[in-house]
Each structure stands twice: as C-alpha cells, then as structure tokens.
C-alpha cells in the first residue's frame, strides 16, 4: 500500500488546471493535420522511393511514384514537402503538371480526369538539402556524423515533425500504402538498411551502390527511414506463433561483438510480446535491429538501435525501481511498437497516446513475463515520479497537435490500473491480444480502442477513460472519519467518474465505490488511517476536522 503527500497533491492539483489553455493553430497546422480536400479523394496503395543520398554535399535528390486509388473526382491533389527541400517536377503518364506550392504542402494540378475507381499514379521529382536534425530522435531531420573509424555514418528519424521532412508523401496518419519499394543509392562501400526485405543490390560503375528494400505490408509515414553505414551483419532465426521469424541485426563494424551479446534481449522481447500481445506483425518483412547515431527509435521491421550496448535507458532506470536494469529499454520499447504503433497506427497525431500508452505499457509487462507480477508492478508504479499533469494525453484533432508526454507513464498507469479493475489477467490478456487481431494493420481512433476494451471487459469505463486520457487531473479520493464511519468521494474527476478504490483501514480491506457524491459506511475495525491500493492510480485525501461539503 503506498499513500501520497500532500504537496505532491497540491503540485498536480496545480499543474492540472494548466491544459485548459489552449494552443493557437495556423493553417499550415490545418493543411498538416487534416484530412482536407486535396487529400480525401484519394487513397494510396504504393510508393516506390528512389532516391540518391550524398554524404559529400549532404543532399537529396530523386523521385517518389505515389500510387493511388481514386475515391470520388477531383482534380487538385495534395503533396507534402517541407522546406528545404523542393519539388523540381510532377508527371502523370510522361505529363509534366501545374504544381503551386502552400508552405509545406504543394498542390498538384492534374489533367487526367481522376475517375472513382481508377488506380493511377504520379511521379514526383524532388531534390535539396534535407533538415539536419538537432537532437535525434525529439527533433526531425536527417543525422549526418562518422563513426570511429571515419566512414559516413547517417541515418533519418521524423517522428512529430513528419516524413515530409525528407520525402515527398501524403504526410497524414490516416492514409498508408499497401506495400512500398526503397531503393537507396550510396557511396560505395557504405551500406543502406532500411524497412522490409532487401531484394538485391546493384553496383554502379560510378562508385555507388543501390540497396533496394520492399516492404509488403503497410506502412505508416514516419516509420519508414534510411540508414547508412559501414554496417556489418549477423541474424538468428526466432520460432514464433507464426513460425519462423528471421530476426536480422546491422551494426558497425566495430561493435559486431558486443552486439551479438547485448541483441539477446531481442528474441527476449518476442517471447514476452507474442505471449501478452499475439504474434508480431510483419513476419514476411523479418524483425531487424539496426545500429545508429541517436537513441533509437519504433521504424517499422528496422527498429533502430543507438543506447550504447547498455541496459536501462542510456545506462539510467527509467522507473527507479531497480528492474529497468534488467533490460535495454530502447531495445524493449522501440520494439514494441511494431504492435502498438506499426500494426495499430493512430489516425490523426491527437491519438498518439495509443501508441505510447499501450508501450510505456509493455515494458512492465516484459518485466511480468521475465521476472513476474510483483516485480512488474514495482517497475510501473516507479515511472509515475515522471508524470507532469501538465494536459490531458490525448490531443487536438485535424490539427498535427498530438498530447502530454504523460501518454507514456501516465498512460502505462492507467492501463496498470484498468488490469486491477478487470481482475483476471487472462482476461486481460485475451483483450490485448484481441486488440491486435481486430486491429491488425490497421489505422484507428483512440474511440475505437476505448470501445473494444469496454466492450470486452464489460465494464462502463467511458468516465474512466474521459478522465485518464481527457482530462489532465489526477482523481481525488477525499475522505473524512467520524467515530465509526467513513465519509468519502472522488474529486478533482469527470462527471460520472465511479471507479472503485480499494483501501485498507485499520488493517481491514474494503472496496469502495465512490462517486463525486458523498457516501458513507460503518466500519468493522478501529478508526485509523486510509490506505488506497498502490496499483491504483489516483491520490488521497483526508479531510477529518477540515470539514466537509
């Protein structure tokens, strides 16, 4: 049992009235976060990236084919870009188009009448000096540094700051391709890994090489990347649900050895998410952990790997429990995004807490699978020292403004949480691994989530999740002892917020069903003091001789 201060209290009371205020959004913020008109009429099924990267003059250049299917006739098309990068040229069928651009989108007139049905495709020329990234992977761009040993070491990572940031593309959650081709040109004789499956590589007689990687499943925009190096290769092959899963591992040249030891912990992590969250998603495009200059980061079958063949999060416990070192945080994390962000992506940035809650989440549960349920616990209940309570988790949609950090420790709580509520863990097993099969390569609102679970649990937590995810208050329990009697009440909570707290009193346990009105019971044992279920996650506080209403 474990209770909170009072000044911790008073802090997130404080801190939780701040998310009513809200941010100014542009119409750039609009043309990026909405599915408007010069993007609803179409959806994609195909991209073929082609492209050139040159370390020398740390540009870009080359194509991207989008291909399509067209919903209902239009004739204005939506492309994203960002700056500063540009488009050269837009064909459709070997016709150069009329584009005008709008900041970072770029509005492609076509001339072919878009009829429904139709499955047609552009092509669009492009070239310039991408976004360098200041601090990978927290701002967008494109790492360009050396390894020890001299040679180029580069690598892509956009998330937030969207795709757009180094390819052309239709830079929206909602909408993936079915399956795309990456083909990759670099110097000789640096090595490309990217999402998917290599297919083949050509030599060039101008000392460049092209690494062509297809991806068969879909995917979404941010997960896809570039990673150049002078990487060596080693694999393993994992027996999963499904069978055999190649298990594909790029590293430098000079950490090939420690990496062979520390990878370990990959199949480590199959093991416990295909128990909990059902077998992994992209068995055709094999599991790859590719080695790169900054943390790491979720690329959708090339999770990449920069955590310094350490465990914990940069040699640090992210829960302060003692059991984040047990395990490479990046590692664990990053992986399980291909469930929880790869295969079940948001459909608007506003739902990003989808993917970070569900794994903040699975970090505690490799910790149930590897070294059991008392342990988990510990581990989850330790990151709540990193929830601000700044705004609620989920964001604004049709505006690219995703929610509080607190979607990855507040979010893992709430789902901790919700486990006690439901009480069986098979049950609730069954309901993460449910997710994944209903949900399975699919785009999703965090509604469509929230009704599953409520659905499957049969449990009325509509208030739960109001107040968890839109809502930046942690709930209150206040309660007040007067001789033999317990008054109590939820506050600082959403209307019609009842999830039931249970406590201890006097060394006596009682299961509470507060409402935000006042309730009360006798009490079987001596009056003493209130102790709410640690793996609970909300605040108490006692009134007695403060007075009441």
């Known amino acids: 049992m474990k209770r909170f201060g009072i000044a911790c209290l008073i802090a997130m009371l404080l801190t939780g009235s701040l998310y009513a205020q809200q941010p100014t959004f542009t119409h750039q913020d609009t043309l990026r976060g909405s599915i408007g008109p010069g993007r609803a009429w179409w959806d994609l099924t195909y991209y073929h990236l082609d492209i050139k990267v040159d370390p020398g003059t740390k540009t870009i250049a080359g194509q991207n084919t989008i291909a399509y299917r067209v919903l209902k006739p239009h004739q204005l098309m939506q492309v994203d870009l960002q700056p500063p990068l540009s488009i050269t040229e837009v064909t459709q069928d070997g016709r150069a188009l009329d584009v005008r651009r709008d900041g970072n989108a770029w509005f492609v007139a076509l001339k072919k009448t878009q009829k429904s049905g139709a499955l047609n ?11 360098v990234s200041k601090r990978p992977p927290w701002s967008g761009g494109i790492t360009w540094t050396e390894d020890g040993n001299g040679h180029d070491f580069i690598a892509t990572a956009n998330q937030g700051d969207g795709a757009s940031l180094w390819w052309p593309c239709k830079d929206h959650p909602a909408d993936e391709p079915d399956s795309m081709l990456m083909s990759i040109n670099v110097p000789a004789p640096l090595t490309d890994v990217s999402n998917g499956r290599l297919r083949h590589v050509e030599e060039k007689n101008d000392g460049t090489r092209t690494f062509h990687w297809f991806v068969s499943n879909p995917i979404n925009h941010y997960g896809v990347n570039i990673n150049i190096g002078d990487y060596v290769h080693f694999g393993e092959v994992y027996q999963g649900e499904r069978g055999p899963l190649d298990c594909d591992y790029w590293v430098l040249r000079e950490n090939l050895e420690k990496a062979k030891v520390h990878f370990k912990d990959a199949t480590r992590m199959l093991a416990a ?12 495009d094999s599991y790859k952990l590719v080695e790169v200059p900054y943390p790491g980061m979720e690329h959708q079958s090339s999770v990449t790997y920069g955590n310094g063949y350490a465990n914990g999060f940069g040699g640090r416990d992210q829960s302060r429990s003692g059991w984040g070192l047990k395990f490479d945080f990046i590692i664990i994390h990053e992986s399980g995004h291909e469930w929880f962000a790869n295969s079940i992506s948001n459909n608007d940035a506003a739902e990003m ?21 008392a342990a988990s616990a510990e581990y989850v209940l330790g ?36 486990r006690q509520m439901i009480g069986n863990d098979e049950k609730w097993r069954n309901i993460l691994r ?18 599953y679970i ?27 002892f007067e001789k033999n009697v317990l008054r109590y009440r939820w506050t600082q909570c959403v209307r019609g917020f009842n999830m039931p ?38 605040a108490t506080l006692n009134i007695t001789g403060l007075g009441t209403e």
């Open 353 to 373: 807490w989808v993917h970070e809650a569900f794994i903040a989440y699975s970090e505690n549960l490799f910790v149930d699978y590897h070294y059991g349920k």
């Open 454 to 480: 409520i659905e499957k649990s049969g449990l009325d937590l509509t208030a739960f999740f109001d107040q968890y995810v839109r809502d930046a208050r942690l709930p209150v329990l206040e309660y007040a």
């Open 434 to 451: 449910g997710l994944n099969a209903t949900f399975y390569h699919q785009t999703v609102s965090g509604d469509q989530i929230e009704a």
């Open 273 to 284: 998410f295909e128990h909990w969250f059902g077998p992994y998603p992209f068995y055709e």
């Open 501 to 538: 707290a249970p406590v201890r009193i006097g060394g006596v346990d009682y299961v509470l069903k507060p409402t935000s009105r006042w309730q009360s019971i006798d009490l079987t044992g001596p009056v003493s003091r209130l102790v709410l279920d640690r793996d609970y996650y909300a």
């Open 121 to 131: 495709r552009i092509v669009v020329s492009y070239e310039g000096v991408p976004q």
């Open 383 to 418: 990151t709540r020292a990193n929830i601000s309570h700044d705004r609620p988790i989920a964001g604004i949609r049709g505006v690219n403004y995703s929610g509080s950090g607190d979607m990855y420790a507040k979010g893992a709580n709430m789902l901790h949480t919700l």
